[in-house]
């Protein structure tokens, strides 16, 4: 089944503890993307990559940090979390179907931090 | 001013009605517009995706773009409780870019 798929789902920790949220694509996609999603902000984009060692900032990368060694893999890393990164984040990777690029999202990820 | 303003209701319809979602923009350089839908505790997933001005129909569900007065809409006909969900329009300057998304309005579609 096509996918992605992020970890963990939830996930309560304290200020300053570093954490790291997987996230995985079985599509063979190019570009992948993390947003963060707060309520009467919508999603907002954080990092994106368009392929293997290739990154770039989002509207807001503050406080986050991204690798993509692999193209299945796109880790989000917060070095050193505070309370206003509580949030749900959302990796995605994009499809091109003729004319039509989907974003697919995964199932998102709750973080609280306290 | 946000680039992207979607009136986040929330908005409740009897089944069978006609459900019109709307968003205002205020970038001339978006080209690509869609509609996400969201159920609780998943992530959004394509609904409509729609270039330039014009129309765009898929069933139920109709999406409109006037880029000159940079308004986008998303009509449910015959709305159904399976339409119980919040509706996200999404805008981009290329094709596959960074989306930039309205604050999501919140529907439900009661029997």
């Known amino acids: 089944e096509a996918q992605v798929t992020q970890n963990p789902r939830y996930l309560i920790t304290v200020t300053g503890k570093k954490l790291t949220v997987t996230c995985s694509q079985n599509?063979?996609?190019?570009?992948m993307s993390w947003y963060r999603q707060d309520p009467g902000l919508g999603l907002r984009q954080i990092y994106y990559?368009?392929?293997?060692?290739?990154?770039d900032k989002g509207d807001v990368p503050e406080g986050y940090k991204v690798s993509r060694k692999e193209k299945r893999n796109f880790p989000l890393i917060l070095e050193s979390p505070s309370p206003n990164q509580t949030s749900l984040y959302f990796c995605a990777s994009t499809r091109q179907a003729g004319a039509v690029y989907e974003q697919f999202f995964g199932p998102g990820t709750r973080l609280t931090v306290l | 001013q946000k680039e992207v303003e979607q009136d986040p209701g929330p908005l409740s319809v009897p089944e069978g009605a006609i459900v019109s979602l709307n968003c205002t923009y205020s970038?001339?350089?978006?080209?690509?517009f869609m509609w996400y839908r969201q159920y609780s505790r998943k992530g959004p997933e394509l609904l409509m995706y729609?270039?330039?001005?014009g129309n765009k129909e898929d069933g139920r569900f109709t999406a409109q773009v006037d880029k000159s007065s940079k308004y986008i809409s998303l009509f449910i006909r015959d709305s159904q409780p399976s339409d119980s969900a919040t509706y996200l329009c999404a805008m981009s300057k290329n094709s596959y870019g960074k989306l930039t998304f309205g604050q999501g309005t919140i529907l439900t579609v009661h029997p």
């Open positions: 729609t270039y330039s001005s």
């Open positions: 970038n001339s350089a978006f080209q690509y």
């Open positions: 599509m063979n996609h190019e570009y």
């Open positions: 990559s368009m392929n293997v060692e290739v990154t």
